[in-house]
């Protein structure tokens, strides 16, 4: 499907956002703009320890507060699994237990926010403490302290996802390998190995607006569910599988959601605002505070990964090992399939003849985490790039030819066992080079500041194996309305697709009408994560469109006198391709009516899935594991105090191949986004934990990166690279997640240029550039 088109008329144009004119006046409408009448307001009751059991909760204090409705604990319902891919999370505590600190335990419905607020403190509960674990690395032994799940080999598989907990190491969940050639005997070919351990920290994802859920069952007895998710169809299955529900009897609908980074990708406030709903018979809204998002709205990973390199002198790798050991927290959520996914960051970049990637998912007694912007592919390049810059330093080599020996080429078979194609990260990596002035000497910084710049290159996959369909209504008066299912995240989903199907129709974009967020009408999509939107539901509307074409085709044959091969579409017209001035309008397809000639109505069916090979279960290989790959590069010239420690960056350009842009200025605005968020995941954020709890769970403590940290607007450059890909729409590929892959390791790599401290562990705060560099023991 797609492929390359000459002479675009739509398609690669910086087309008007469809949502600006609503955004900017302030009538798009996002989840916590929607009241109901009769509306009650949730709480939850949280837990306050790490590990312990539930002996009793008394509830009579809260269900006697006036205005309160319901008032939910565990053993008021069944325990059925919410979570997405392992049975291991329930609504609220699981088997009497709680295994994190903010873990739901009651659930409170009240007239008010300030009704159900006072209910919950009113909720006795009786705990008996356990032992907890909370070190990722005791979690991880095969004697640990504490065992979170001891019912973990009889969990229920909950998706087609295999699940292969480690049966030596009881807290392991999941683990997941990818193997080739003999990494041992290539290390004895290395002339040179560099061995080094790095971590990266949890961070939230502080979108602007919190998770937010409200629920109510229509008088024909169906529950509809208006929630800020990137899945709805997948929440929808949850709530069906959760409560017993008919697909049916389930209504979910998205409207605008202010961010989500991966972090709308779970279930969260959909639950408790269902079982309120359902037991209460009136209308129900979750909001979290911010408080909330912190303690129990999912975090990033943390990861501790070892990785070893094997080099000849002429700087060509032959082995690689890493292992990688992921903290998933309490609960699995999707970190059974994060385990997999990451390792594909060390996979589609670089040559490698020998390679051995060993990932393990975690349970600690630690909170909820889930997926986030890159989902892995930017903590396993954390290292892999610092690597590369380590091993360049040692030979005495220039990072950026160091990279440029080993980076995969058309044709070659990477790790895993998949045949490259559409590369370019090459063209990626010059050009950053080129605009950072790679290679020149630094200015010269005043008093204490040095000045040096870095590079890094990466990857993000786009995943594979799951469906997107499309359906295109074509209007008695040409108006093509596009039906989707993608969440509207303000990646702008909505404006490019309309590109798309102008392209095909040959007609204006203001003919084009754009309808999502409602699974009642709009058809199947797995979910707007993974950078998958763009390829599949792309991939999918190019085929309802040319499905629609054709009923329209066969409706015109006898006005026309010719086969439906033998016809165009274009302007509100269906024309002969070989004589375009015999034509008929679309109009006069239809009936007075409206009813298209013989029809009921021209509805369009299109539907996409990146093919998906099973992988070996011992070696990881697979020919077909992901769709593809969009790779990036990123140059930085960055400030260092090393008085203080204090890291700037100056300078920042990022270079993504994307494909094909199908609309320059959004593609422009996500690197500019994944610039951001990058320098602040690099530098500035982490969610501080102390035993389990979470120190800064507020944005007074907790640093997102404002316009003060960032370089100026002439300083910062998004430069959009496009090698095609054959399989894309128009070429194109994913976007949205590959310009976080690169930020972290090029300001570390700087860092290091310039003080010569190499920082492992993220992020680079002051505190940490600092102690390096006084351990050096040398001024500078």
């Known amino acids: 499907m797609g492929g390359k088109v000459q002479e675009l008329s739509y398609v690669g144009k910086d087309v008007p956002r469809v949502d600006a004119v609503v955004k900017v006046t302030g009538k798009a409408m996002f989840g916590s703009d929607f009241t109901m009448a009769g509306m009650l307001h949730a709480k939850v009751l949280r837990s306050p320890h790490r590990h312990a059991k539930i002996v009793s909760i008394d509830k009579s204090k809260a269900e006697a507060l006036p205005g309160v409705r319901i008032v939910v604990t565990p053993d008021d319902m069944p325990q059925i699994p919410i979570s997405p891919l392992l ?10 237990k709680v295994r994190c600190l903010g873990e739901p335990v009651v659930a409170v419905a009240a007239d008010s926010v300030e009704m159900a607020e006072q209910a919950v403190q009113l909720i006795d509960i009786v705990y008996e403490e356990l032992p907890a674990v909370v070190d990722i690395e005791e979690a991880f032994e095969k004697s640990p302290p504490v065992v979170v799940h001891p019912d973990l080999p009889g969990y229920k598989q909950l998706t087609g996802l295999p699940i292969r907990p480690d049966p030596e190491r009881p807290n392991v969940c999941q683990t997941y390998k990818i193997h080739q050639g003999d990494v041992e005997s290539g290390f004895k070919q290395a002339d040179l190995i560099v061995e080094n351990r790095f971590t990266t920290a949890r961070i939230q994802h502080v979108p602007m607006e919190p998770h937010i859920a409200l629920a109510w069952v229509d008088s024909d007895g169906v529950l509809t569910v208006r929630s800020s998710t990137q899945l709805s169809y997948l929440v929808k299955d949850w709530l069906c599988r959760a409560f017993s529900l008919s697909p049916s009897k389930v209504r979910m609908l998205s409207p605008f959601i202010g961010g989500g980074f991966g972090g709308k990708g779970g ?18 809204r979750v909001s979290y505070t911010r408080e909330d998002m912190f303690i129990f709205g999912g975090h990033r990973v943390p990861y501790v990964m070892d990785i070893k390199d094997g080099i000849k002198k002429d700087g060509t790798l032959v082995a690689r090992e890493m292992r990688v050991l992921l903290d998933l927290g309490a609960y699995s959520d999707f970190g059974p399939l994060l385990v997999r996914r990451a390792v594909y960051g060390a996979v589609g970049t670089y040559r490698i003849p020998n390679f051995k990637l060993d990932s393990y998912g975690i349970y600690t007694n630690s909170p909820l985490t889930g997926a ?61 080079a080129d605009w950072i002035s790679w290679g020149k000497k630094e200015k010269e910084a005043d008093g204490p500041w040095k000045i040096a710049r870095g590079i890094a290159i990466g990857n993000k996959s786009v995943s594979s194996g799951h469906p997107s369909a499309v359906t295109v209504k074509v209007w008695q008066d040409g108006v093509v309305e596009v039906r989707h299912s993608a969440a509207r995240l303000g990646q702008g989903i909505s404006t490019t697709v309309g590109q798309i199907a102008a392209e095909q129709f040959n007609v204006p974009v203001e003919q084009v009408r754009v309808t999502c967020g409602d699974t009642s009408f709009c058809p199947y999509d797995f979910g707007t994560v ?60 239809f009936t007075p009516f409206g009813l298209p000639l013989g029809r009921v109505e ?13 992988e070996d279960p011992e070696t990881g290989q697979s020919e077909r594991a992901v769709f593809g790959y969009s790779h990036a590069a990123s140059g930085v010239e960055v400030a260092v105090n090393v008085e203080t420690g204090e890291v700037k960056v100056l300078r920042h350009v990022m270079a993504c191949d994307v494909g094909k842009a199908v609309n320059p200025k959004i593609v422009e605005g996500q690197i500019e986004g994944g610039i951001g968020m990058g320098i602040g995941t690099s530098i500035y954020e982490e969610v501080v934990m102390n035993q389990g709890a979470v120190v800064n769970a507020s944005l007074t403590d907790y640093h997102i990166p404002t316009s003060l940290d960032m370089p100026k607007y002439e300083d910062s450059k998004a430069i959009i690279v496009e090698v095609a890909d054959p399989e894309g729409p128009f070429g194109a590929k994913g976007t949205g997640e590959v310009p976080l892959v690169t930020t972290a390791p090029a300001v570390a790599n700087a860092v290091y240029r310039a003080t010569g401290v190499r920082i492992k562990d993220l992020p680079l705060s002051k505190e940490k550039v600092l102690a390096g560099i006084q351990a050096l023991g040398k001024t500078l």
């Open 602 to 614: 021209i509805v369009g069916e299109g539907y996409y899935s990146a093919p998906a090979v099973p």
């Open 530 to 589: 993974a950078s998958r939107s763009m390829v599949h539901v792309g991939n999918a509307l190019i085929a309802a469109c040319q499905d629609a074409q054709q009923q329209l085709f066969r409706i015109a044959a006898p006005k026309l006198g010719v086969e439906p091969s033998e016809m165009g579409i274009g302007a509100g017209k269906v024309f002969v391709k070989r004589t375009p001035e015999k034509s008929v309008k679309i109009a006069e397809l």
């Open 267 to 284: 279930m969260r406030a959909e639950a408790v605002a269902t079982l309120l709903c359902l037991k209460s018979g009136r209308p129900v």
């Open 87 to 96: 049975g291991d999370q329930c609504v609220l505590s699981k088997d009497n």
């Open 372 to 432: 986030l912007r890159g989902f892995g592919c930017p903590e396993v390049q954390w290292p892999i790039e610092q690597q590369m810059d380590a091993l360049a330093d040692k030979l005495g080599m220039d990072p950026v030819e160091i990279r440029e020996i080993n980076i995969l080429k058309d044709g070659d078979r990477d790790v895993s066992g998949m045949i490259t194609r559409s590369m370019g990260v090459k063209e990626c990596l010059d050009r950053a």
